[in-house]
């Protein structure tokens, strides 16, 4: 099939965000009772909300959510990105050479997306009016209304976008807004992506073929 515009999550897919992030409330979750490591928080919060993530462990810890825990969070994944954040491997190959218009949908706040992008050096690949956050809207995955606003906005029918997700929550937004997606396994196994409903991938370089 012949796309008209593809359509990047940003955390897992533009940038290598998810083990800080991750890190950041499992840190936060074992000082609050509910001991957790990083690939576990990984695997409860990859592609969800920081909403999400604290109703998640209200349930969980034995002491109350602290009514800092996200300004708390979002300082301790901005430091850390200072220094550690990396792009995924083979996106800047990617992004140069990929010729069809292109926007990112995430359900970061824009201002996060628009910091990890210049930390990475991959701001200069996108238009800053095609830079989708799901805060904008107040909708986030696994909702479908992200990317469908992504979409108008694009000018581009549902039909004729493609998804590079990395999270089963993004891969249900995308075929929810009827789009076809690709999930970006890097070095899991990818079955829970397969599982959603996703095309799998495990590196950029495959995407460029396909693209």
């Not at 099939?1 to 499992?26: N, T």
């Amino acid at each position: 099939m012949s796309y008209e515009l593809v359509i990047f999550d940003c955390d897992g897919v533009l940038v290598d965000s998810e083990s800080i992030s991750c890190g950041a409330i499992a840190e936060i979750s074992t000082e609050l009772g509910f001991p957790m490591t990083t690939r576990e928080s990984i695997d409860y919060f990859v592609g969800t909300s920081i909403e999400f993530a604290i109703d998640f462990l209200k349930d969980k810890t034995t002491q109350p959510i602290p009514s800092d825990f996200e300004s708390r969070y979002r300082k301790m994944c901005h430091e850390r990105f200072q220094s550690d954040l990396q792009p995924i491997p083979g996106i800047e190959e990617l992004l140069s050479q990929l010729k069809l218009p292109k926007c990112v949908g995430s359900n970061g706040p824009r201002h996060k997306i628009i910091s990890n992008l210049k930390l990475t050096n991959l701001i200069h690949h996108f238009n800053q009016d095609h830079l989708f956050s799901a805060y904008d809207i107040k909708k986030w995955k696994p909702l479908p209304d992200l990317y469908l606003h992504a979409a108008s906005r694009m000018n581009v029918l549902p039909a004729n976008c493609v998804v590079i997700e990395d999270s089963v929550a993004g891969v249900k937004a995308a075929l929810a807004a009827g789009m076809s997606v690709y999930g970006y396994a890097g070095d899991s196994d990818g079955k829970k992506l397969s599982a959603a409903g996703a095309k799998v991938i495990f590196s950029m370089e495959e995407l460029i073929q396909v693209l």
